[in-house]
């Protein structure tokens, strides 16, 4: 998908994740290539751009798959900081999306998705 250019999941952090009947929303600390339009010149203590930022799911008809935020045990980091991994994959399908991770194998019926960026 294109607004997902040069943005490197694997190394990308789940900071938490929310829905309801109508929205799906991840809170990611997203690894941006030099490919994105969203790309900055990194901070000196890292080796690429991190920017805070959503991923939106809207529109849907219905999803199945998510694990609630309160029953996954998120990772310490070395900082003290916590997350809940990495999105091992997120791609668009004949019927909607499926996104997977530590918060479950989640499966999105129709909807749209939105990038938007915080830092």
Partial sequence: MDIFKGIDFNDSFVLGWSSNATEITFKIEASIWPDSPHYLNPKPDEYT?????????????????????????????INGSFDYGN?????????????????????????????????
């Fill in 49 to 77: 751009c991190y920017r805070k930022c959503e991923i939106q799911f809207t529109r849907f008809t219905s999803y199945s798959g998510l694990t609630k935020q309160s029953s996954v045990k998120p990772n310490k980091d």
């Fill in 87 to 119: 999105i091992d994959s997120l791609i668009k399908t004949n019927q909607g999306f499926k996104v997977v991770g530590e918060f479950g194998n989640l499966e999105i019926i129709n909807g749209k998705v939105q990038l938007k960026i915080y830092t």
